[in-house]
């Protein structure tokens, strides 16, 4: 099998899994676009599922808060001690490009079932819905 098969097999599969989770839940959550990324809200959180085919892994984001471009050494601290058991699977993460904390999950595509898709989704939804507001309030950015 091609790579390029093995990535459409990827999508149409985080496509089925995306397509069960909102079933389930009575969602109707819209497939992958094109460039293999679809989103959730789940409480305050919003939460965009990336099937990276090409690098074979499937990420999941939550915008948690801005950084701030200064004096952010007590969030930056709080931020690696939720992220050492508080996330699950998860972890807080600052995109270096835009300065913007994320929650954030990573797992290979191969071997994925659903049952992992959906724990993933739930941590990050969960974890995020939980934080983001307190995290705001407590840093302000």
Do not use: C
């Not at 999508?11 to 969602?27: C, K, M, P, S, T």
């Amino acid at each position: 099998m091609s790579d390029d098969d093995h990535a459409k097999d990827a999508i149409a599969q985080i496509n089925d899994f995306v397509h069960r989770f909102g079933e389930e839940r009575n969602l109707d959550l819209a497939p992958l676009d094109d460039a293999g990324v679809t989103r959730i809200q789940r409480g305050s959180a919003l939460i965009s599922i990336h099937a990276v085919a090409e690098q074979g892994v499937l990420l999941l984001l939550s915008k948690v808060m801005d950084a701030p471009e200064s004096g952010g050494e007590a969030l930056f601290r709080r931020l690696l001690e939720l992220s050492f058991l508080a996330t699950g699977d998860a972890a807080f993460a600052i995109n270096k490009k835009t300065g913007e904390v994320y929650l954030r999950a990573l797992r290979r595509l191969e071997g994925m079932n659903y049952d992992e898709f959906e724990d993933l989704v739930h941590t990050v939804a969960t974890v995020a819905d939980e934080w983001d507001d307190q995290l705001r309030r407590g840093y302000g950015a």
